[in-house]
């Protein structure tokens, strides 16, 4: 390659790292247009989660999917239609992996209903994952606000770029780098999962052919996610504290507990081994870097200015 290509690469790639960083987006910005944005939100999600404990910790899940796929867009919440080929039906979500949509529907209702047409539907995601790790007994961060809608999906990317539970380190480590996250940032958000579920399709290979398993935990696990059926049972990421957001994951990792390959790969006599063991006993020091690493993901490309469209209904595109 040209030189001149490598240099315009480098400045294109920089410009992109910035453009992450910044991103243009605001805390404040619903303060004058919406000043109820916030709290309608909390307050949506607080009912959801009183009427199903889950559906927090399956909606942190659904933003970290839509900031994957071509950036915090709210791309993951449009429905399939003749024009659009949804991301909810891509490997990773389909099946009702991805969940929790019609609680956004609610919320983003009584937005509409507060501030017709202000608040898009990747900021609600954004507070709704926000709000969720802090119900949890999570940190709280500013959520920066001012991300507009697409009028796309793009499934081919979802299967593409959200990282598998069959990956191994090198795998999850560039496919975080490919969305401007470093390595740290992917061992401290790979910490969502101490809470919320995976099923049984997701974490039989890890428990029937893997060796960095415990094995009374991969007998008991057997008994729920035999070799063939039972592909939905349902099992804690985190086996002990599964509605609790603390640092009880990295501390199953240690001890060979962890519930997906790909968990299990952070522990596994590699790089990622010192870092697990100080989110093992660091529970702050966890919480900072999920802060940083959950701020850095919803930078991630979002559309601002006059690009894309605040989305009535957050299923399908204003004039569909
Ligand atoms: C490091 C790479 C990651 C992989 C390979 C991965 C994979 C998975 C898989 C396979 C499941 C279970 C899905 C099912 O069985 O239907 C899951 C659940 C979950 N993931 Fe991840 N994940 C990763 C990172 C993340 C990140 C960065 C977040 C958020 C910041 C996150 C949040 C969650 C949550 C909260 C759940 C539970 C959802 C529920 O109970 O509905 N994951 N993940």
């Known amino acids: 390659m040209a030189c001149s290509?490598?240099?315009?690469?480098?400045?294109i790639t920089f410009l992109g790292l910035f453009l992450?960083?910044?991103?243009?987006?605001?805390?404040?910005y619903y303060s004058n247009t919406c000043p109820q944005a916030l709290s309608i939100v909390k307050q949506g999600?607080?009912?959801?989660?009183?009427?199903?404990?889950?559906?927090?910790?399956?909606?942190?899940?659904?933003?970290?999917?839509?900031?994957?796929?071509?950036?915090?867009?709210?791309?993951?919440?449009?429905?399939?239609?003749?024009?659009i080929q949804s991301e909810k039906q891509a490997a990773p979500n389909n099946n009702n992996s991805a969940r929790g949509f019609e609680v956004v529907d609610q919320i983003k209702?009584?937005?509409?209903?507060?501030?017709?047409?202000?608040?898009?539907?990747?900021?609600t995601l954004a507070i709704i994952a926000r709000d969720a790790v802090v119900h949890y007994g999570g940190p709280t961060w500013e959520v920066r606000?001012?991300?507009?809608?697409?009028?796309?999906?793009?499934?081919?990317?979802?299967?593409?770029?959200i990282p598998a539970p069959f990956f191994n380190l090198n795998n999850l480590t560039s496919s975080f780098a490919a969305q401007g996250l470093s390595f740290n940032d992917m061992v401290a958000l790979s910490g969502a999962h101490t809470v919320g579920f995976a099923r049984c399709t997701n974490f039989r290979a890890h428990i029937e052919n893997d060796s960095n398993i415990d094995t009374t935990l991969a007998t008991s696990l057997q008994q729920i996610c035999p070799k063939m059926g039972n592909d939905d049972a349902l099992?804690?990421?985190?086996?002990?504290?599964?509605?609790?957001?603390?640092?009880?994951?990295?501390?199953?990792l240690v001890v060979q507990k962890g519930l997906l390959h790909s968990d299990q790969q952070l522990f596994n006599q590699n790089?990622?081994?010192?870092?697990?063991?100080?989110?093992?006993?660091?529970?702050?020091?966890?919480?900072?870097?999920?802060?940083?690493g959950m701020i850095k993901m919803g930078n991630i490309n979002p559309l601002t200015g006059s690009d894309g469209e605040i989305r009535c209904n957050c299923r399908?595109?204003?004039y569909s």
């Open 235 to 252: 099992e804690p990421l985190d086996i002990q504290t599964p509605f609790v957001f603390d640092n009880k994951y990295y501390q199953n």
């Open 5 to 11: 290509k490598v240099y315009f690469l480098l400045v």
């Open 109 to 123: 209702a009584n937005l509409e209903y507060a501030c017709p047409g202000i608040v898009s539907c990747a900021d």
């Open 20 to 28: 992450n960083v910044d991103a243009n987006l605001d805390p404040n």
């Open 145 to 161: 606000l001012g991300r507009r809608d697409s009028v796309t999906a793009n499934r081919v990317g979802a299967n593409m770029l």
């Open 45 to 83: 999600l607080e009912e959801a989660i009183a009427n199903e404990a889950r559906v927090g910790a399956s909606l942190l899940r659904v933003h970290f999917h839509d900031c994957f796929v071509n950036g915090c867009d709210g791309s993951i919440l449009l429905d399939n239609s003749a024009t």
């Open 271 to 292: 790089k990622a081994d010192s870092l697990v063991l100080i989110y093992a006993v660091d529970q702050g020091k966890f919480f900072d870097d999920f802060v940083k």
């Open 316 to 318: 399908k595109p204003n």
